[in-house]
């Protein structure tokens, strides 16, 4: 079964420090993994979109990490701010069907000042 | 327009009603993509849009739901018999085309709420 598996749920950091986000995913054959932001209330924003070949991709403070080989995905957040407070999600395109986007849960991230 | 708009921002209605939901995408997107968000979770996808044409409503949950974009940019979601269920926040979004790196641009939702 297609899936994509968020950690952790919720997380709580104080402004100014680094935090990683953990993705796993089973969708096969894949097409492309997307990292959004989602404010409370609000669409979602997206920070980056890799494809199978692309190791890392980087958008201001975010960093994005795939290994295509153990389904692994991470999302560093750099010298965090009150504003990345939201939730994240990843997603993942199926080869067959790209647009029928597979998401995880998110994970819920709070910066405290 | 500059980005994806959603009408109305917030729909409360009654157990039994029918609504619709409006979107108008970025211009010149020939995708259009309708989701489902139930607190909590990620979307769910519900319909997508190539043109006028749906291309894969597969996502619907049932006969209840329908989705028209007749003249390939505004597109209207109609919930018939709204059931409480059917409370979510329901998201649109549409991107260029469909390729691998193509970025899909989401609207603000429409929060519905049946009671």
């Known amino acids: 079964k297609n899936q994509v598996e968020q950690s952790p749920q919720s997380l709580i950091i104080l402004e100014g420090k680094n935090c990683t986000l953990q993705?796993?995913?089973?969708?096969?054959?894949?097409?492309?993994l997307r990292w959004y932001k989602q404010d409370t209330g609000r669409g979602p924003v997206s920070l980056t979109i890799?494809?199978?070949s692309e190791n890392t991709k980087s958008n201001g403070r975010y960093t994005a990490t795939l290994d295509a080989d153990t389904k692994q995905s991470s999302l560093h957040i750099t010298a965090s701010q009150l504003s990345d407070s939201a939730s994240y999600i990843c997603?993942?395109?199926?080869?067959?069907?790209?647009?029928?986007?597979?998401w995880g849960a998110g994970t819920k991230l709070i910066i405290k000042p | 327009g500059a980005g994806v708009s959603q009408t109305p921002s917030n729909k409360v209605t009654e157990k039994g009603k029918y609504v619709e939901l409006r979107c108008d995408p970025i211009?010149?997107?020939?995708?259009l993509y309708w989701y489902r968000q139930s607190l909590g979770q990620g979307p769910e996808f519900l319909i997508y849009?190539?043109?006028?044409?749906?291309?894969?409503d597969s996502g619907l949950p049932n006969d209840r739901f329908f989705a028209v974009r007749p003249e390939g940019s505004v597109s209207t979601l109609k919930i018939q018999r709204t059931e409480r269920g059917d409370s979510a926040m329901y998201l649109c979004?549409?991107?260029?085309?469909?390729?691998?790196?193509?970025?899909?641009?989401f609207g603000q939702g429409t929060r519905l709420t049946v009671v």
């Open positions: 979004a549409s991107s260029p085309g469909t390729g691998a790196n193509t970025e899909a641009f």
């Open positions: 211009s010149g997107h020939t995708a």
């Open positions: 849009f190539q043109g006028t044409g749906a291309a894969d």
């Open positions: 993705c796993n995913y089973t969708v096969s054959p894949f097409s492309n």
């Open positions: 890799m494809t199978f």
């Open positions: 997603v993942v395109s199926h080869l067959d069907s790209n647009y029928q986007l597979i």
